[in-house]
């Protein structure tokens, strides 16, 4: 069974920074892709981040710069460093991986951005 299980997420004041994680277990299958996304309340859920197998990443433009997506392909690990950050990054950032046949999300971590 394929487990996605984020952390890092939290109360943070504006301008601080926070590193997310999410570990997958349980996949039989190479990952192609990892991606961070967030929802916020009353929004669309949105992709923040993405990262191939082979470390092509690529962010929505208003993330470029401020975050960077890293992976760890031996432990089957995918990071969002976060900096800068403001009020309108607060939402629940889910991970989400990529195999050739299947597509398996994360829980979800909240992340608050407030003084």
């Known amino acids: 069974q394929v487990q996605l299980v984020e952390s890092g997420g939290g109360l943070v004041q504006p301008g601080g920074s926070l590193r997310l994680s999410c570990a997958a277990s349980g996949v039989l299958s190479k990952i192609i892709r990892m991606a961070w996304y967030r929802q916020a309340p009353g929004k669309q859920r949105e992709l923040v981040a993405l990262?191939?197998?082979?470390?092509?990443?690529d962010y929505a433009d208003s993330m470029e710069g401020r975050f960077t997506i890293s992976r760890d392909n031996a432990k089957n690990t995918v990071y969002l460093e976060m900096n800068n950050l403001t009020p309108e990054d607060s939402a629940v950032y889910y991970c989400?991986?990529?195999?050739?046949?299947?597509?398996?999300w994360g829980q979800g971590t909240q992340v608050t951005v407030s003084s």
């Open positions: 989400k991986i990529n195999t050739l046949t299947r597509n398996f």
């Open positions: 990262i191939t197998s082979g470390g092509t990443t």
